[in-house]
């Protein structure tokens, strides 16, 4: 197996071969790589939707998906699909977040295989929420401790959002009143299989803050965002068909540019299900 590292501070290329035939050895190793890395890059996959299928559920069952409708060829799949007509004001996952982190047990892992990617633009870019926690002063993780996070998908999903999804003619998004549920999870977190401690906040679905002077909230919410996507805890990804990458939720937020007007973009994405967040 061969490791590339692609930041100084998160982020690997790795070659295994294919990754439909991984002997239960070299998947540890994958395993515990997008746990230390927490995103890996493996480039020149060849995988249908039921060999992702096989390959996310040996990281372990799918997660709940709530409001996307999921592919037609298997439930655990979504497409995340912009055509070459859709219009060019939205796209799905154009917002830093954590994939469903406002449900009570977010997904621990994300996978997403590119399939048609256009020929300039859509790339995606990930922040290390391990090396935010990291570079924090003392003072500051002693506040940030302190602090419980609301988490909602209200302005994802709630019915006002509908006609932005509604947009995206590829795909089936069905906002409804759920959206407006509230989870709450600690603000700094501890990772269930590194024990790093990571920053568990991403402004689409981190709406309020407990523990801190209400007057106080927007402005940290703002210093939150504007710090944790800081470019010297991010890295980008290029992508080109074949390309698979297995991302860890609990350790980054990711963001999916919206620049390649008049082009179609499809990958696959599916979740594997993941723990209640804890302290
Ligand atoms: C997502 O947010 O899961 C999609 C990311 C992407 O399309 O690059």
């Keep these: 197996m061969e490791v590339k590292r692609l930041t100084g501070i998160f982020g690997a290329e790795v070659h295994l071969g294919d990754v439909r035939r991984l002997d239960a050895e070299i998947f540890g190793e994958l395993r515990r790589l997008v746990c230390e890395h927490e995103v890996v890059v493996i480039p020149g996959q060849s995988l249908g939707v039921s060999d992702q299928?096989?390959?996310?559920?040996?990281?372990?069952?799918?997660?709940?998906?709530?409001?996307?409708?999921?592919?037609?060829?298997?439930?655990?799949?979504?497409?995340?699909?912009?055509?070459?007509?859709?219009?060019?004001?939205?796209?799905?996952?154009?917002?830093?977040?954590?994939?469903?982190?406002?449900?009570?047990?977010?997904?621990?892992?994300?996978?997403?295989?590119?399939?048609?990617?256009?020929?300039?633009?859509?790339?995606?870019?990930?922040?290390?929420?391990?090396?935010?926690?990291?570079?924090?002063?003392?003072?500051?993780?002693?506040?940030?401790?302190?602090?419980?996070?609301?988490?909602?998908?209200r302005d994802a999903y709630s019915r006002k959002m509908q006609p932005l999804h509604s947009g995206l003619s590829g795909m089936n998004i069905v906002c409804d009143d759920t959206a407006n549920d509230t989870e709450l999870h600690p603000l700094v977190t501890t990772h269930p299989e590194t024990g790093k401690k990571c920053l568990f906040f991403n402004r689409a679905y981190v709406r309020d803050l407990l523990g801190v002077d209400s007057d106080r909230v927007a402005s940290l919410l703002e210093w939150l965002h504007s710090y944790t996507t800081d470019a010297r805890f991010t890295f980008r990804h290029r992508w080109s068909p074949g390309d698979l990458v297995i991302w860890d939720n609990r350790s980054t937020q990711h963001y999916a540019l919206n620049d390649y007007a008049g082009f179609r973009r499809e990958l696959h994405r599916t979740t594997v299900a993941g723990e209640r967040p804890s302290a």
């Design 53 to 153: 299928v096989e390959l996310s559920r040996r990281f372990g069952p799918a997660g709940p998906v709530p409001f996307i409708e999921p592919s037609p060829d298997h439930p655990e799949v979504i497409k995340v699909l912009k055509e070459a007509t859709d219009g060019d004001a939205f796209n799905f996952g154009g917002a830093w977040h954590s994939d469903f982190s406002f449900q009570p047990e977010p997904p621990s892992f994300t996978l997403l295989f590119a399939i048609d990617i256009p020929p300039f633009g859509g790339d995606t870019l990930w922040s290390s929420m391990s090396a935010a926690w990291r570079y924090l002063s003392d003072d500051r993780r002693a506040e940030l401790l302190a602090i419980t996070a609301v988490h909602t998908a």
